[in-house]
């Protein structure tokens, strides 16, 4: 969705290497906009000081460098955004992978909705291929997160154990651990 929201959540971010990632936060409206802007990383949650109360000021766009100011050198960030107050924004990201064995750039919408499933159309196992889920819980009570595979060759769904993804954390799940899934195309239900 483009339209604007009190909250954005980023499930997968990355700053391994020379990759940088940056949010780019853009207040449409004619008021300030406040954020508070926090981060979870393998070593857990982290709101840094100079991103709790950051202003946005009116019909303006301000850009934020994960890597220089909260994360850097890290396989895995989730980002939450929080405006104060009910206003809204719209949040987006800059992600340049380059190094630890990614490479591309992507521009992609923060979620504004936290949701009770996840699906994903085409996904791949095989030799030479790491399909990789990161799954972001920026609530306050840990959730249980059941992956099923769908369309897979034998039509029938491959069913794994379930996750437990802590409260504030951020957990990485690859298919090439999901025992019974065939090589070959599927589709992902979290």
Known sequence: TTMP??????????????????IVLTNPFDQNVIVD???ATDEGTREPAQLQGFPIAPRSVQVIDVDSIAARDESQVAVRVRAQ??????????????GAGRLGYSMTLASPVLRSQWWFANGVKGEGVT?????YNP???????????????SDNPVVVDPITVPAGELVTYTSDTAPGLPDGRHGMLF
């Not at 009190?6 to 990632?21: K, L, P, Q, R, V």
């Not at 107050?85 to 380059?98: E, F, K, P």
């Open 5 to 22: 929201s009190t909250n954005w959540y980023f499930a997968e971010g990355f700053t391994a290497d020379a990759s940088t990632e940056q």
């Open 37 to 39: 802007i926090s981060f």
């Open 131 to 135: 399909e990789r889920f990161s799954i």
């Open 85 to 98: 107050r009910g206003a809204t924004l719209i949040v987006g990201r800059a992600q340049l992978y380059s």
């Open 139 to 153: 609530g306050d009570e840990d959730v249980q997160v059941q992956p099923l595979f769908l369309g897979i060759p």
